[in-house]
């Protein structure tokens, strides 16, 4: 069993930016991949970004440019920084991690609200 818990969602201002945690409990690069999804209210969860255990990095088309996926090796925490934030990346943040053994865990989700 895997613990993920997510933090650092909050209300922000177009055009600002935000960084977001994940802390598991196993060492963060131990793992065949980890990333993040949102899920705007009466949407279906999305893909945002993710690491896979090479360190290569995928984006949705949606972040690319804006957002950054990175992990701290030391504090078993995945990030995502969130830059020139808009209304529609409003939504729940939830941060995945897939282990070897194809098994998913999920955080408990953080909310991020972008609005004036």
């Known amino acids: 069993q895997v613990q993920v818990v997510e933090s650092g969602g909050g209300l922000v201002q177009p055009g600002g930016s935000l960084r977001l945690s994940c802390v598991t409990s196993?060492?963060?690069?131990?793992?065949?991949?980890v990333g993040w999804y949102r899920q705007a209210p009466g949407k279906q969860r999305e893909y945002v970004a993710e690491?896979?255990?090479?360190?290569?990095?995928n984006y949705a088309e949606s972040v690319k440019g804006r957002f950054t996926i990175s992990r701290d090796r030391g504090k078993n925490t995945l990030y995502l920084q969130m830059n020139s934030l808009k209304p529609e990346d409003t939504a729940v943040y939830y941060c995945?991690?897939?282990?070897?053994?194809?098994?998913?865990?999920w955080g408990q989700g953080t909310q991020v609200t972008v609005s004036s």
């Open positions: 196993g060492s963060i690069f131990s793992f065949k991949a």
């Open positions: 995945k991690v897939r282990t070897w053994a194809l098994n998913d865990y």
């Open positions: 690491i896979i255990s090479g360190g290569s990095t």
